[in-house]
């Protein structure tokens, strides 16, 4: 793997980003989807209802759009970096996510989870430190 510094790491950060806002927005729009099927508990009994008002819906579909392109994007960055560096790395949708379920859904997110987003935040920056060097050392 290359050194993880300067444009290069740059790079690596501008594609995670991109990633991850698209994973989160795929996310976005499954939910939406799910929601406009009008079926609130799917068990059993109403999963062949669901799958079919699911299938013809566009939400589902804009949201697999962004799946592919969360796919093709993914393999892009493990191409540049090791996957023991982008996984960690790509837990922004941990924190993108929440935000966008309140703007474009009306959840609440409850101050126990903020907090946890706010571990993420520390893990995410603790793996992308130790990134810059094969030995694992933080990067100054």
């Given at each position: 793997?290359k ?11 501008a ?52 799946y ?73």
């Open positions: 793997m050194n993880l510094s300067g444009i290069f790491l740059l790079k690596v950060v594609l995670i980003v991109l990633k991850d806002t698209i994973e989160s927005f795929g996310d976005l729009f499954f939910k939406m989807g799910a929601l406009s099927t009008g079926i609130n508990n799917v068990v059993i009994s109403n999963f062949m209802e669901f799958a079919a008002r699911i299938t013809s819906n566009p939400w589902l579909w804009i949201g697999i759009i962004f592919l392109a969360n796919f093709f994007l993914w393999i892009a960055l493990l191409s540049r970096v090791d996957l023991s560096v982008a996984f960690p790395m790509s837990s922004l949708t941990y924190i993108i996510v929440p935000f966008l379920a309140i703007i474009f859904l009306g959840e609440e997110v409850h101050p126990a989870r903020w907090a946890g987003i706010i571990l993420i935040i520390i893990g995410i920056s603790l793996a992308g430190r130790s990134a810059g060097n094969k030995e694992g050392q933080p990067v100054p």
